[in-house]
């Protein structure tokens, strides 16, 4: 039996982060397909024994169940010593930009994409361009900030990175941006995280089914 088991399916973006962390940190896990498409995680009986919150993703190790990949990803780079802050004043910028990325980015990205591609009933177009609107000021501060300096958070790599790459590595039609023409910066970022050792894109991270919706 692995070492750490991360509940997770491969369309999470916010399950990728934590899966991205156990790959760069060489972890021994394993991971418990959810199958959210079907509701498993709506269910009382999985929100009494797995997460009361009902999201993925969820890590367990060693007796401990954790859940939020910005929690768990701190928890593994405390574990392994990876990725992490070497002091409080880093330590505090790499959770502004982790709770910047799951306020303005992550949790803005997720549900537009899950409008585009993944409900069965076409999104109506109105939300769909204010939540790009929410979207190109959000890349726009991080296009800024990835102008300054290499990563994120601190001139290396960190959780906070991971944190902001939840989504981007998705296929380009699953997310309407052009990250190559549109954010520079942001492109050049991600081929950094490419070269991280244990990088995979997320289908090929996480168990699941690759589909579009058929309308
Ligand atoms: N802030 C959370 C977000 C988790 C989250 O929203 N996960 C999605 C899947 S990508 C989910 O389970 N959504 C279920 C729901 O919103 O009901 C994290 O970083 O773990």
Redesign the pocket.
């Known amino acids: 039996m692995a070492e750490f088991k991360l509940h997770c399916f491969a ?5 990728y ?1 934590s899966a991205l962390m156990l790959a760069c940190c060489e972890a021994d896990w394993e991971a418990v397909w959810i199958d ?1 498409f079907n509701g498993q ?2 269910k009382a009986e999985w929100r009494d024994t797995v997460n009361e919150m ?4 969820v890590l367990e190790h060693g007796g401990k169940k954790l ?4 929690v768990i990803n701190a928890y593994l780079s405390k574990h392994f010593k990876k990725l992490g802050a070497e002091n409080d004043d880093e330590e505090l910028e790499v959770l502004r930009w982790t709770l910047f990325d ?1 306020h303005k980015l ?2 803005v990205l ?1 549900p537009y994409r899950f409008l585009n591609v993944l409900m069965p009933t076409a999104p109506d177009p109105a939300v769909m361009n204010f939540l790009k609107g929410r979207l190109d000021a959000a890349f726009a501060v991080l296009e800024v900030q990835l102008g300054r300096q290499p990563f994120v958070a601190l001139d290396r790599p960190t959780i906070a990175d991971l944190s902001c790459a939840g989504y981007v590595f998705y296929p380009a039609d699953e997310l309407n941006f052009d990250f190559k023409a549109d954010y520079p910066n942001i492109s050049a970022w991600m081929d950094r995280l490419k070269e991280l050792p244990g990088w995979k894109p997320p289908y090929e991270m996480m168990p699941g089914e690759i589909f579009r919706a058929q309308r």
């Open positions: 369309q999470s973006g916010n399950a982060k959210f995680t709506r009902g999201e993925a993703p859940t939020q990949s910005g799951n992550s949790g997720g």
